[in-house]
């Protein structure tokens, strides 16, 4: 067995077992890295990738058994490492190497994580696809590489499926990971407000947060609960009560939803991965009821959630991109930028006001429910520009499920489903309770082991 078709948590136990050196592994890696460049996945290699991997052998021949000593994984680039070039997928920003690291990425350091480098990423996060102007190549999925891996995690989803990172760092805004989890047949974990700390960045309504892009769910949880230790100072940190990789002790009463909420019809496919899971979770002796979609995209939320986006993706541009190079920003980026300056401050505060009824409502009607059900995306993933013209309108189509649950700031994760007749995958979108993010991890291992997906893998991974 060639060592990537290892789980993450195979992996670990080989390295403890000293089967294998994180230096044989590490080069396992980024020799697959650089024969698959044509998928996207990563932005920059981390040069000093097989000098981390010798002191992580160094460290356990010493002894040490932290909890990733020695394991290799790709790191989002909008998150910053200490010198290792970020450029957060932007032109403009593309000779940037910080000094410091991220508060998790110093976490997953910590924990002895080897960094293979940086996994594409859309500019600053602001879309649902992975294309920049800094890669030659957008992130795609490995089962069909004429289409996206959606984003804005789209190169850690790729990393991932195609066997270049047994894990992979990601974060998620409005589905940024659990998009990509769906087009690459894998797990995708958007964890509860507060349980992964965005330090340093900070805000009162953060919608944004990392979390774990994984083949099982047992290395999904692995990865998050390194990443789940507060900084000091969060304002919404708090401590799981209990360990991230349980086992589920209750049968859950369950909700059900398949409309999109807007003026568009449910995909097929995305109505058969939520119609098979529903079947499964029945099987297993919970109760699973179908509701009424709770809100709906009116005018005034569509609106609200293109106020914040270009506000978030604003704020941030204004800081770190140069003065005078804003010309290297990508069109949609310095459309959003274009939005953000005539935004006055009632604007904003408006948009957050409609948006928290928004996600207030959703909490109303599912509060006698422990999860919650619906695909993960609007149908398969879609062809190397297909979101032109109305971007806005368009990524909200495809990926219209997601957005509620971060501003809820409730966990989600996507489930693969099943791959269609073409060959493309499809995933399911579970959400729970606030804070209860080791029950839905629970329940994903549950429908894991009752095998509510193949493992299936693409035609990359067995090169």
């Keep these: 067995m060639k060592p990537h078709e290892l789980t993450a948590a195979q992996q670990l136990e080989a390295l403890n077992d000293n089967e294998i050196s994180s230096r044989e592994l590490t080069e396992h890696y980024l020799d697959r890295i650089e024969r698959h460049k044509e998928l996207g ?10 000098e981390e991997a010798a002191k992580a052998d160094r460290r356990r021949a010493s002894g040490d058994r932290a909890a990733l000593l020695g394991l290799p994984l790709g790191v989002k680039d909008l998150a910053a490492t200490a010198g290792i070039r970020t450029t957060f997928g932007s032109a403009a920003l593309k000779d940037f190497v910080p000094l410091e690291d991220s508060w998790t990425v110093r976490l997953l350091r910590q ?8 996994t594409n990423t859309s500019e600053f996060g602001a879309t649902c696809y992975t294309e920049n102007d800094v890669t030659e190549k957008p992130a795609v999925t490995p089962y069909a590489p004429t289409r996206y891996s959606s984003g804005s995690s789209g190169g850690a989803a790729t990393a991932v499926a195609a066997g270049l990172s047994p894990v992979a760092h990601a974060s998620d805004g409005a589905g940024s990971i659990r998009t990509p989890a769906a087009t690459c047949h894998l797990v995708g974990m958007k964890p509860s407000r507060g349980l992964v700390s965005p330090a340093p960045a900070t805000s009162f309504l953060s919608a944004s947060i990392e979390g774990p892009i994984a083949r099982t769910v047992a290395d999904a949880a692995l990865l998050l609960d390194v990443m789940a230790s507060p900084a000091p100072g969060d304002l919404y940190g708090w401590h ?21 909420g807007l003026d568009q019809a449910v995909d097929p496919e995305a109505e058969l991965a939520v119609r098979r899971t529903a079947d499964v979770l029945a099987e297993l002796g919970h109760e699973v009821r179908e509701i009424p979609l709770p809100a709906r995209y009116d005018e005034s939320v569509s609106r609200a959630i293109l106020t914040w986006f270009a506000y978030q993706v604003g704020a ?11 010309h290297l920003l990508r069109p949609y980026t310095r459309h959003l930028l274009d939005i953000n300056d005539t935004l006055s401050a009632n604007d904003i505060v408006s948009s957050q006001a409609v948006l928290a009824r928004y996600a207030s409502t959703f909490l109303s009607k599912v509060h006698d429910y422990d999860v919650v059900l619906t695909p993960t995306t ?24 997601t957005p509620w649950a971060n501003l809820a700031g409730v ?8 791959v269609d007749d073409d060959g493309l995958p499809h995933g399911v979108h579970l959400v729970g309770r606030h804070r209860h993010d080791a029950e839905l991890l629970a329940l994903a291992a549950q429908l894991e082991s009752a095998q509510l997906w193949k493992e299936l893998h693409p035609p990359s991974w067995h090169e």
């Excluded at 941030?316 to 804003?326: E, F, H, I, L």
């Excluded at 609007?378 to 499920?401: Q, R, T």
């Design 41 to 50: 996945a990563f932005v920059t290699v981390n040069e000093n990738a097989l």
């Design 111 to 118: 924990a002895g994580a080897v960094v293979l480098g940086k």
């Design 240 to 260: 799981p009560a209990r360990p991230l990789h349980g086992t589920l002790d209750r049968k859950l009463t369950i909700a059900l939803w398949t409309d999109t």
């Design 316 to 326: 941030v541009a204004r800081m770190t991109v140069p003065a005078g190079s804003t």
């Design 378 to 401: 609007n149908g398969a993933p879609v062809p190397i520009g297909h979101f032109v013209g109305d971007e806005a309108d368009l990524m909200l189509k495809w990926s219209c499920h």
């Design 411 to 418: 966990p989600a994760i996507s489930l693969p489903s099943h």
